[in-house]
């Protein structure tokens, strides 16, 4: 893992492998350097802008352009990272994506030193975020293959104490270890994760942080009723799971409940998906890991707020024991749900474990799933699908908003509840015509049937924005993203302060 420390001095007599500046597009594509460049820059005799220029840079966000430096500067490799038009205040997201680039295009390096300006916590966690890098399953090292940063050093430009800068890149490396760690299991394959392992890696991990541990296994989970959970995992020869992880701070008046999907594998069963990328459905459980690893997170960083996690987990495969369209089912809290297609196997997860939650008691419930590919289609790869109740779902879409992982509110419309009125249970778990209209909603529109009235809820479909088929760009990397793990241990803190 990537470390931080805090630079003080000139960097251009930092004895690193690399030093990053920052630089910004004046309006017409023309490099200009920003504040920190000043001493690397003094010692290139002021030519580094024209330099950067003839290289093409043109300080756009996230742009990486290397020089060598010929010991100009005593760092062999200088790198300038595009920060934008410059108006005035340098924004937080900038900031972490120009780290996060800049970290991630020197993996391979042991010590590099950011000479950028603006704040010191977007800078530490986005260099955190950026160096991420999985270590994946190779029997013999990779050919070239470059290891993430190991150390990084952030320049402090904020007034303040040497400890406040400190506590914050401590700050900084809790929250980047939870979403790496939800990364990890992301990425990880999906026979290697499945569900008695998930569970048993969420526990050890929890344990560790003093977290109150229960897990259910399958004959407890008949025994508790939990339908939804059972019936999605009963095709699979790795039986289900339910993970409940509780944090409870001295003198805390709020309590925080934090549901996500844990599908470790998702073929969609006897309503079987397409062969062709499949394979991403091992990241159906990437609620799942952000609600644990963020748990694990918040009580490293103490908040006076109980927190506890749900975490349902199975695996969703065709076989003769599968549930099949046409089953009802009944649930955790009694509803009877009619199946119509078993590649709607979030729901029947989620709802059981929302009811838990709910019977626990809570003040606040926020569930994430990679639920519908609705989501992709109307929000894209990158905005989170926001339903519940108006208040809550503001609240959480203002803090996804500041930490980079942004929400959308959208409708649960009456019409769409009508559509899921069933011939023979309770309500059915899609539209009963099997009209895709409005995907999204279905799937938040059927989880609010287990919500009382009066709980603040939000559902945050993750769908898209969980896992990166693309290429790296800014902090993110290839694969799972670790979103909304941020927006999780930020909620917490809110809560806490806030009530
Ligand atoms: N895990 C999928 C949703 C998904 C799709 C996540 C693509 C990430 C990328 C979910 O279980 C699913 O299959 N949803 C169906 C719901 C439908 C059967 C009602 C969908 O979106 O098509
Ligand atoms: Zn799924
Ligand atoms: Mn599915």
Redesign the pocket.
């Known amino acids: 893992m990537t470390s931080l420390n805090l630079a003080d001095g000139d960097p251009s007599t930092a004895a690193v492998d690399a030093v990053v500046v920052g630089v910004f597009d004046d309006g017409d594509g023309v490099p200009q350097l920003a504040p920190g460049a000043e001493q690397v820059s003094a010692a290139l005799n002021g030519g580094l802008a024209d330099a950067l220029r003839r290289l093409g840079a043109t300080g756009a966000v996230g742009e990486v352009t290397k020089l060598a430096t010929f010991g100009a500067i005593k760092a062999p490799v200088l790198v300038a990272v595009g920060l934008g038009a410059d108006d005035g205040e340098v924004s937080a997201e900038t900031l972490r994506r120009a780290a996060g680039a800049a970290t991630r295009a020197l993996a391979g390096s042991d010590r590099v030193v950011l000479a950028l300006p603006g704040a010191l916590r977007p800078v530490a966690e986005g260099a955190l975020l950026g160096a991420y890098r999985f270590a994946g399953y190779r029997t013999r090292p990779q050919a070239g293959r470059r290891e993430a940063v190991k150390t990084v050093s952030v320049r402090s430009a904020e007034e303040g104490t040497k400890a406040a800068a400190r506590a914050m890149l401590k700050r900084a490396t809790t929250v980047t270890g939870a979403v790496a760690q939800a990364r990890d299991w992301i990425n990880a394959a999906p026979n290697e994760l499945r569900p008695p392992a998930f569970a048993d890696a969420i526990a050890a991990w929890a344990g560790t942080a003093g977290l109150d541990v229960e897990v259910l296994d399958e004959k407890a989970l008949k025994k508790g009723g939990y339908g939804g959970i059972l019936a999605v995992g009963q095709g699979s020869a790795a039986p289900p799971r339910f993970v409940r992880l509780a944090y409870t701070a001295r003198g805390a008046t709020s309590r925080l409940a934090l549901v996500g999907k844990g599908?470790t594998f998702?073929t969609?069963g006897v309503?079987i998906?397409p062969a062709a990328n499949m394979w991403?459905?091992k990241?159906?459980m990437s609620g799942a890991a952000a609600v644990a690893a963020a748990v694990v997170a918040i009580a490293a960083l103490g908040p006076k707020v109980n927190v506890t996690a749900y975490v349902p987990i199975a695996e969703n495969m065709p076989s003769g024991t599968s549930y099949r369209p046409g089953d009802v089912v009944t649930m955790r809290d009694g509803t009877r749900v009619e199946v119509l297609?078993t590649?709607?196997?979030?729901r029947m997860v989620l709802a059981d474990a929302m009811a838990r939650a709910i019977e626990d008691g809570t003040d606040y419930l926020l569930e994430t799933s990679?639920?519908?590919?609705?989501q992709?289609i109307a929000l894209g790869k990158r905005v989170s699908g926001l339903m519940g109740t108006e208040d809550f779902c503001n609240r959480v879409r203002d803090i996804g908003a500041r930490v980079g992982e942004p929400a959308w509110p959208m409708p649960l419309p009456d019409d769409v509840r009508k559509g899921m009125d069933s011939e023979v249970a309770d309500i059915s778990q899609?539209n009963a015509g099997m009209d895709r209209a409005g995907?999204m909603l279905?799937g938040g529109v059927f989880l609010s049937h287990f919500v009382p009235d009066d709980l603040p809820w939000a559902h945050l479909d993750i769908?898209?924005p969980s896992?990166n088929a693309g290429e790296p760009t800014g902090y993110l990397p290839k694969g799972g993203t670790g979103v909304p793990v941020r927006t999780l241990i930020e909620l917490a803190e809110d809560v806490a302060a806030n009530g």
């Open positions: 599908i998702d969609g309503s998906k991403e459905m990241s159906d297609n590649d709607a196997e979030g990679t639920l519908t590919g609705g992709i899609v995907h279905q769908a898209g896992y």
